[in-house]
């Protein structure tokens, strides 16, 4: 019963993996699955434009609510304290707890010059301790391409504007390069 499930979320990473070169796709019978862990935790749907939708609900993990208010919430609900933390989706218009894209180093450049980088992890979440001084500037960096929000902000969730529909002048998603 579980198998032809499993096979096809897997094929969806596949073609993900692919598509963002994460992984020779000769190899990939034998390659590890680096996205293992989403498929315990996620349901493949075309919904989303990586294939993927988190399922776990409040459940407290790295890979938690792709696309949500991190910071707000766990400001709320005693979650642990971030000084930045958010998703880089496939979509400007991805749903809720659509999976973004992993792999993306996300530099933030803080109002002193110093430079955290965090890399996102396979829900496409990156959330970081270091200290970002206000207002601080984003880079996002992939396969050599890269995307830049163009003014500096001095909230740390990238969640509390970059919505589906964007709030406070964010157009949707923040969205990895290609
Ligand atoms: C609706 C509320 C809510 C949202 C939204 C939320 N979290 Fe959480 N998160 C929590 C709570 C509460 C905890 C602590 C309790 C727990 O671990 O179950 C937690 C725990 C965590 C942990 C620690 C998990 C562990 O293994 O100890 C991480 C990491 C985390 N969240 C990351 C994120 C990231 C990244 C986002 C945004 C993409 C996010 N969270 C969005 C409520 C939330
Ligand atoms: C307070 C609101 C706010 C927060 C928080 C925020 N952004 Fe933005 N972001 C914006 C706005 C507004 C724009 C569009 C600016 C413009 O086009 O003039 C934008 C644009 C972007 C863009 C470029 C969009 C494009 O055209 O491709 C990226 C990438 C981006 N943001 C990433 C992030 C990341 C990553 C975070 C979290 C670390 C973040 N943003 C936090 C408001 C915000």
């Known amino acids: 019963m579980e198998g032809p499930l499993v096979s096809e979320r897997r094929g969806v990473w596949w073609v993900l993996a692919c598509s963002l070169a994460l992984a020779s796709c000769g190899d990939m019978e034998e390659a590890e699955d680096p996205d293992a862990r989403l498929l315990e935790v996620g349901q493949a749907t075309a919904e989303c434009s990586t294939g993927v939708r ?15 208010d991190c910071i707000g919430c766990h400001a709320e609900w005693d979650g642990p304290t971030f000084t930045a933390a958010g998703t880089i989706h496939g979509d400007f218009r991805d749903e809720e707890e659509c999976a973004g894209v992993p792999g993306v180093t996300v530099q933030l450049t803080g109002a002193d010059g110093r430079v955290v980088e965090v890399v996102t992890n396979a829900a496409g979440n990156f959330y970081t301790t270091a200290p970002v001084a206000k207002p601080y500037r984003v880079t996002l960096l992939l396969d ?9 902000q001095s909230e740390g969730s990238c969640g509390a504007c970059h919505t589906r529909n964007g709030k406070n002048g964010a157009p949707g998603r923040a969205v990895a390069p290609r």
């Open 54 to 68: 988190w399922t776990g609900g409040l459940k407290g993990s790295p890979l938690m609510m792709p696309g949500s």
């Open 144 to 152: 050599g391409s890269r995307r830049v929000m163009p003014v500096p």
